[in-house]
């Protein structure tokens, strides 16, 4: 099969949200891997998110098969993020954290690396997710006072996806990280300001009035 056709069958995987069948084709062709890659740059594309989201399933399936091709590939994306890969990896730390809720002892250290992000702005988002996604599913692996330190920065943002965000995860990962205690005062809150999140295959719109 060449890229052309494999890229094909991909997307159409992808579009029946068929993880499954994505992760046997990257064990037989590579090549899916870097196809992944270069179907995750359009966020308002829900083939986009999906194409993040089949990198947990990829990645745990290669893992099966070797440890160390999988941190490979958790090596590249991490690589992808640095000023040093010439080009900015858009959706790299999301596809980490599908990676680490699919595969927790696997890449149970890479978790405690994803709050350091947050001081770049342009992850400030990707961080948040990659937070929520893990606080829901494996929130032992976050390392408590890192997250604290970064919810308190983004509850005090003007931007409302970064401060909804922060208010989602309060809500959905907050006992499980123990962000009771955490400082609201800085919480400015327009209870008709939205978020989009991609949750189980699709987009789900939350006013900030549903997420308090």
Request: hydrophobic residues 40%; negative net charge.
């Amino acid at each position: 099969m060449n890229r052309f056709e494999l890229k094909k069958v991909v997307i159409e995987a992808l579009k029946n949200r068929d993880l499954e069948k994505i992760a046997r084709l990257a064990l037989e062709h590579p090549r899916t891997i870097s196809i992944l890659f270069s179907l995750s740059y359009d966020k308002d594309s829900l083939i986009t998110w999906r194409a993040i989201e089949a990198m947990g399933e990829v990645v745990k399936e290669i893992a099966r098969r070797s440890r160390e091709d999988a941190r490979e590939i958790m090596k590249r994306l991490l690589w992808s993020i640095t000023e040093e890969s010439g080009g900015l990896g858009w959706s790299s730390i999301e596809m980490i954290s599908e990676v680490i809720v699919k595969s927790p002892e696997v890449f149970s250290d890479v978790a405690l690396l994803i709050p350091e992000y947050f001081d770049e702005p342009v992850f400030r988002e990707s961080v948040l997710y990659a937070i929520w996604r893990i606080g829901k599913e494996r929130p032992e692996l976050l390392e408590r006072d890192a997250v604290k330190e970064v919810l308190s920065e983004a509850l005090k943002s003007e931007d409302p996806e970064i401060q909804g965000l922060a208010l989602l995860i309060l809500k959905d990962c907050g006992g499980n990280l123990g962000l009771e205690g955490i400082d609201r005062s800085g919480i400015k809150v327009k209870q008709n300001n939205q978020i989009r999140i991609y949750n189980n295959g699709n987009f789900k719109y939350l006013t900030f009035n549903e997420i308090l």
